[in-house]
């Protein structure tokens, strides 16, 4: 384990495995060249770094890297899958949470929440009341990446009455939202846009300054997906020139660094990244980042391989 992950997962490992904790060691690279050979299997998060060639090239007797996050951008998993190592991630035990917070974010982007509990606080009611915000109600919503977690937010969207369409890299079969081949033509058409795409080279900055003027002065975006999907430059640029309305953001291009632009604005909402930062629903992924690791090594195919590893799926 490179970096510190949940109590339940290193409790559970260290019941089951050997657990080496990489942060512990005095001298890392020195460890690493002593035991990097005999280690079997890694569990990692976002805290780890990134999971690179060079990173399993340590390890030559590696067999799984068990993620924790469905997002696995930071593990090279087509360089897992050359060297014959199965990643595994962690989907479908956050869907509803990460829906439930983005449709939170929007609210609070939309109707200014956090600003009006500043105000409140500030002990501004009682000079005039908190200033008339922009509404949900009319919206046409789009979706960038009607996955697991996109399918869940555009169900809650349909209780809010609200119109759903949304893009991805091809036309879903069964799906009766309305589809658009990109991103511009996606903005184009609606006045918020929620981006929850995979993170990583083939989306990064596919919200760009394009997009965003699509979008247009009235628009918000929500990204709930990674900060690389957005060209942050060209959307501090946007807000700066009023060419869109507002931006709820889970997720930034350097975390934790957010630039100082982003926190100036008044009409941004900014999390640290909380979409599935529930004790319950951490609790939940980190059973499975265990899991997988337990199945593999009792000689069963790993629960929740990635895409890309789920041909060398099949257990010690
Ligand atoms: P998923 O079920 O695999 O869905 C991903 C969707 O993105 C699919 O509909 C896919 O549609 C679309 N997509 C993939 N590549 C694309 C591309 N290049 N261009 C356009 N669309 C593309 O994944 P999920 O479980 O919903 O999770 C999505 C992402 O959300 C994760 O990978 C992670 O980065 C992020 N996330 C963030 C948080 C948070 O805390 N903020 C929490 C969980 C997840 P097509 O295949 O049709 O293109
Ligand atoms: C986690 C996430 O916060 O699942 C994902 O892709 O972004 C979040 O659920 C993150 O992976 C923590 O490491």
């Not at 384990?1 to 495995?17: E, G, K, Q, S």
């Not at 469905?70 to 593990?75: R, S």
């Not at 169900?155 to 091809?170: I, K």
């Not at 699509?214 to 918000?220: E, F, I, K, R």
């Amino acid at each position: 384990m490179p970096a510190p992950m949940p109590a339940n997962v290193m409790d559970a490992l260290d019941r089951h495995f050997t657990l080496h904790r990489l942060w512990e060691q005095g001298d890392p690279d020195a460890f690493l060249a002593e035991r990097g050979p005999q280690i079997a299997g890694m569990a990692v998060s976002t805290l780890s770094g990134m999971i690179d060639a060079a990173w399993l090239d340590r390890l030559p007797a590696l067999k799984i890297v068990s993620s924790f996050g469905v997002g696995y951008d930071n593990v090279d998993a087509a360089a897992a899958a050359a060297r014959g190592v199965v990643v595994t991630n962690t989907p479908g035990v956050l869907d509803e949470e990460v829906a439930d917070l983005a449709i939170g974010l929007l609210l609070a982007t939309l109707r200014r929440i956090p600003q009006a509990d500043r105000y409140l606080r500030a002990g501004r009611w009682g000079d005039a009341p908190f200033p008339l915000s922009p509404t949900l109600r009319g919206r046409r919503v789009g979706i960038i990446g009607l996955g697991a977690i996109g399918k869940a937010i555009a169900r809650r969207l349909d209780a809010f009455a609200v119109s759903v369409a949304y893009h991805g890299r091809s036309q879903q079969a069964g799906v009766a939202y309305p589809y658009y081949d990109s991103p511009v033509a996606l903005a184009t058409a609606c006045d918020v846009l929620i981006a929850i795409v995979p993170g990583g080279a083939e989306t990064r900055h596919m919200i760009d300054g394009a997009v965003l003027a699509a979008l247009g002065p009235d628009g918000v975006l929500i990204n709930v997906a990674r900060g690389s999907v957005v060209d942050e430059a060209a959307l501090i640029a946007a807000l700066d020139a009023g060419t869109i309305g507002g931006a709820g953001l889970d997720v930034f291009a350097d975390e934790p660094n957010v630039p100082d632009a982003l926190l100036a604005f008044d009409n941004v909402v900014l999390l640290p990244h909380v979409g599935s930062a529930s004790q319950a629903t951490r609790a939940a992924m980190g059973q499975l980042v265990v899991d997988n690791l337990i199945a593999w090594f009792d000689g069963k195919p790993a629960l929740t391989p990635v895409p890309e590893t789920a041909d060398l799926n099949r257990g010690q």
